[in-house]
């Protein structure tokens, strides 16, 4: 067995040199350079991160991608290149790229967790669900959450395949900022229904669940997150549960709005189908957003 060496975990490489470690591959495509040369793009990663990986095979393309294995990890050989020069962006341009068996890695070096206090977020979400005054909303709450097998399954999903949280854990996280931002929008807003906006804050990405096929090494998109996107599927979710215990209309309204509208203006092309057009829409759909795009930059730095 071979641990990764300190140097050669993904959050350390910020320096050009030669480079022989083992990461696993996320992601393959073959992409065509503005000289019309095809190259192979690979995400590789490790518990710190991931980074690009770029094959330039003198060999056809094709017979250098077909073995590489995505979800599997593998040695690489190359030099860490920074592009553009002075950037502070790192990638490796590999030269070789072999599949290990089991005994050739520790897999402590790949599994992608949060590194929060997972006990304490959860606290804070159930601390928050108790505190929920208006009974239908609190219902609704307790409808999802007293089932065991969802909120083991909420409390160890990612929130995404790449862009922030992309790891176990990563919805719980996610969930417990927004909630954070949510809380504090509503000192300074104390006209806001809290009640509404923190339930929405918990369910917005509720259809994450089944938006992502993940193990301990790789976070793919499932069937439905590639057909269906997870605002319909979390709205879909939220609607069967507001049908069991039969939510007044209006508020339930409300709250699919919240969660529909939640990544913001319709003309901004993020997903959702409709604009926020209330206040705690408004309110959701910044906080998000907020988490989302500073988590997202730290991941990167």
């Known amino acids: 067995m071979f641990k990764k060496s300190e140097e050669d975990f993904v959050e350390n490489i910020n320096e050009r040199r030669r480079i022989r470690s083992q990461f696993v591959v996320a992601d393959k495509i073959i992409k065509t350079a503005k000289s019309g040369r095809k190259y192979i793009d690979v995400r590789l990663s490790d518990k710190t991160g991931e980074i690009v990986g770029r094959m330039f095979p003198e060999e056809g393309v094709e017979v250098t991608f077909e ?3 995505p979800g599997k990890i ?10 553009p020069q002075g950037s502070g962006r790192f990638n490796i341009i590999v030269n070789v790229i072999k599949e290990l068996s089991e005994e050739e890695y520790d897999i402590d070096d790949f599994i992608r967790t949060s590194d929060k ?11 928050t669900i108790k505190e929920i005054e208006n009974k239908d909303l609190k219902k609704l709450l307790d409808a999802f959450f007293s089932d065991e097998k969802f909120a083991e399954e909420f409390y160890n999903a990612p929130s995404a395949k790449v862009y922030h949280h992309n790891y176990v854990g990563g919805l719980l996280e996610h969930t417990a900022e927004v909630l954070r931002i949510c809380k504090t929008t509503c000192e300074i807003f104390p006209e806001l229904d809290k009640d509404l906006l923190y339930t929405g804050a918990i369910l917005h990405d509720v259809g994450k669940l089944e938006t992502y096929d993940y193990d301990l090494v790789r976070i793919e998109f499932s069937e439905e997150g590639k057909l269906l996107d ?6 879909d979710m939220v609607k069967d549960k507001i049908r069991e215990i039969e939510m007044p209309k209006e508020l339930a309204t409300q709250l699919l709005h919240i969660i529909l509208s939640h990544h913001g203006d319709v003309k901004n092309g993020w997903g959702s189908p409709v604009s926020p057009k209330t206040p705690e829409a408004v309110a959701l759909h910044h906080a998000d957003n907020l988490d989302a795009k500073v988590k997202g930059m730290l991941q990167k730095m």
Not at 74 to 83: A, D, I, S, T, W
Not at 117 to 127: A, F, H, P, Y
Not at 230 to 235: A, G, N, V
Request: proline content about 3%.
């Open 67 to 69: 073995p590489i294995n």
């Open 74 to 83: 593998h040695r690489v050989l190359g030099n860490v290149n920074e592009y």
């Open 117 to 127: 206090d997972k006990d304490q977020l959860i606290n804070e979400v159930e601390t």
């Open 230 to 235: 997870h605002l319909f599927i979390s709205c």
